[in-house]
């Protein structure tokens, strides 16, 4: 079935090294993809996002790639920081079921945390 | 601060009480949206709404009942709630229904006695 899943629930990376966050779908028709972070009482906050005609994009210390033939996308965070640490969410565009309009589907989140 | 504010932050009430969420975006977006967050689940949707229209109702049960009187402001009524309702409410804004990014609140966090 359709899903927007991620790879590993749960990720640690010591302070200062890069991270790399995957999520997998499977809706071949999605075009428009997002990522969350979201912290402990806070509602998720607008990282990056990239649509379809693209393969990668960059923004303040976040790297977003995407590949459409294996239907993969990662978010890399260089020199990781304490502040990064939280629960992250992919999320695709995809048609609602009366195909009238698109609507965001989130994956599980993958939990990241920084070590000293 | 998101932009987009909800209130209250956290909620308890007994399953026969009536209460509402508020939701109020200051981005000047059109789109207003309401979703719940479950421990260790995806976040569900539940309501959009477009330009004050509602447009999707995911399958919600009636106890929920949505209200969107303008752009800026949605409210989530609620009654005769069941403890499985309990979860964090988020509420999202987006500017139009296209490949826009929502904004989120930071939710309410509702617990059904």
């Known amino acids: 079935g359709e899903s927007v899943g991620l790879h590993l629930p749960t990720l640690s990376v010591q302070e200062g090294d890069n991270s790399i966050i995957n999520c997998a779908y499977s809706n071949s028709a999605s075009d428009y993809f997002i990522w969350y972070k979201q912290e402990s009482g806070k509602g998720p906050q607008f990282i990056i996002d990239?649509?379809?005609?693209?393969d990668k994009r960059q923004g303040q210390r976040v790297t977003v790639l995407l590949n459409k033939t294996v239907k993969h996308l990662s978010l890399q965070i260089a020199a990781t920081q304490p502040g990064d640490s939280a629960v992250y969410f992919c999320?695709?565009?995809?048609?609602?079921?009366?195909?009238?309009?698109?609507?965001?589907?989130f994956g599980s989140g993958t939990q990241l945390t920084v070590l000293p | 601060e998101t932009g987009v504010t909800q209130t209250p932050r956290h909620l308890v009430m007994g399953m026969t009480n009536k209460k509402s969420l508020k939701c109020e975006q200051h981005l000047g977006h059109n789109a207003m949206y309401w979703y719940k967050q479950s421990a260790k689940k995806p976040l569900e949707l539940m309501f959009v709404y477009n330009f004050k229209e509602q447009t999707e109702n995911n399958s919600v049960p009636s106890r929920f009942s949505p209200e969107c009187p303008n752009s800026s402001h949605l409210f989530l009524h609620l009654h005769t709630l069941q403890p499985e309702d309990s979860a964090l409410y988020l509420c999202?804004?987006?500017?139009?229904?296209?490949?826009?990014?929502?904004?989120f609140g930071d939710g309410t966090r509702l617990s059904i006695l």
């Open positions: 999202a804004s987006s500017q139009g229904r296209g490949n826009q990014p929502q904004h």
């Open positions: 999320a695709e565009n995809r048609l609602s079921w009366g195909g009238s309009a698109r609507q965001l589907t």
């Open positions: 990239i649509r379809s005609n693209m």
